[in-house]
Nanobody, 118 residues
C-alpha cells in the first residue's frame, strides 16, 4: 500500500504562487507515475499534470507555462510549483499514483485546498 499526504495549499491573490508537496510512504518502490488532480466546486475532477519514472511529463493546456511538476529521485516526494495563479485554479488538489499517466490511479491523497482570489 501507498499513503499520500498533500500540503502547501492556501489562499493567494491572482498572479501569486504556491508550491504543493505530496509525501509518499509505504510501498513507494512500486510507484511508477505520480500525478496531480484537482476538483473545483461544482465541477468534475480533472487531471492537471503527471510525471512518470522516465521523467516524461504530460500537462493540461490551461496550466502549461505556469505549473511545474517535479519529483525527488527517491520517489518519496512530488511537488507542484504553481505560478501566475488564476481564480479558475481554485480547487482541491490531490496527488495520486498509477502505472502510467493514462492508467487507473490507485492511490490518492486527501487533498489540499488552493484558493485564488481575484
Amino acid at each position: 500500500q501507498v499513503q499520500l499526504v498533500e500540503s502547501g495549499g492556501g489562499l493567494v491573490q491572482a498572479g501569486g504562487s504556491l508550491r504543493l508537496s505530496c509525501a509518499a510512504s509505504g510501498s513507494i518502490v512500486s510507484i511508477n507515475t505520480m500525478g496531480w488532480f484537482r476538483r473545483a466546486p461544482g465541477k468534475e475532477r480533472e487531471g492537471v499534470v503527471c510525471i512518470n519514472n522516465n521523467g516524461t511529463i504530460y500537462d493540461r493546456d490551461s496550466v502549461k507555462g505556469r505549473f511545474t511538476i517535479s519529483r525527488d529521485n527517491a520517489g518519496r516526494s512530488l511537488y507542484l510549483q504553481m505560478n501566475s495563479l488564476k481564480p479558475e485554479d481554485t480547487a482541491v488538489y490531490h496527488c495520486a499514483t498509477a502505472s502510467t499517466c493514462w492508467s487507473y490511479y490507485d492511490h490518492w491523497g486527501q487533498g489540499t485546498q488552493v484558493t485564488v482570489s481575484s
